[in-house]
């Protein structure tokens, strides 16, 4: 089970961190990753972490500005937001999945086809 938080509205330049609480058993050598949807858009992927070794893989558009941090002892894997846009704005959705990989390439390619069997109910992020 997946649980995100932490959305809410920010100023264009402003900063926000948002979390996904995940199971104990369903957080060890898994893939977590963090998606957003606009509306009328199609959802894309942010970024993608293999928990053990801590190898992530971000959308080269937002890496840079978004980052991807942990806290194993509770769980939770956050998405550090800055310097944010007003494109910025859609529903954040965290994803995991028990196969994972520490080589980006492949890590990138799960990104791409959204191969997370599980979803949090997503958190909104607005910036204006």
């Known amino acids: 089970q997946l649980v995100d938080s932490g959305g809410g509205s920010v100023q264009a330049g402003g900063s926000l961190k948002i979390s996904c609480v995940v199971s104990?058993?369903?957080?060890?050598?898994?893939?977590m990753s963090w998606f957003r949807q606009a509306p009328g858009k199609e959802r894309e992927g942010v970024a993608v972490?293999?928990?053990?070794?801590?190898?992530?893989y971000y959308t080269d558009n937002l890496k840079g500005r978004f980052t991807v941090d942990q806290e194993d002892a509770a769980y939770t894997v956050y998405l550090q937001m800055a310097s944010l846009k007003p494109e910025d704005t859609a529903m954040y959705y965290c994803a995991a999945d028990a196969s994972c990989s520490t080589n980006e390439l492949k890590l990138a390619a799960k990104l791409s086809k959204r191969d997370f069997r599980y979803w949090g109910q997503g958190t909104q992020v607005t910036v204006s």
């Open positions: 104990g058993d369903a957080y060890n050598g898994r893939c």
């Open positions: 972490t293999h928990t053990s070794s801590r190898t992530t």
